[in-house]
């Protein structure tokens, strides 16, 4: 902590203390408001986690299709330069 005295001239003037504050033997790691939210959210409904990870399996956990990949890539054809512009040319 600071320490502040008071000079004549009106002015403060701050000086360290001898020796620094010990921290408290029972101190408490510091824990932000999103992260109380959801320790609390997850205390309230103990199946969140594993709805989360049902959901998840929906979308996101499969298996893929190389085969049907490569299919739609050998598929996609080249778009032209310009999209809107009438085709002159034959494609080749």
Known sequence: ???????????LRFSLPCTPAAMPFFWKPYTSDVTNFIEDMKAKKPTLEEEQRAGRALLWDRAL?????ADWRDANVAQQPYVYQTQTTPAK
């Open 65 to 69: 299709d190389r085969q049907a990949q």
């Open 1 to 11: 902590m600071l320490e502040a005295a008071v000079v004549a001239a009106g002015k």
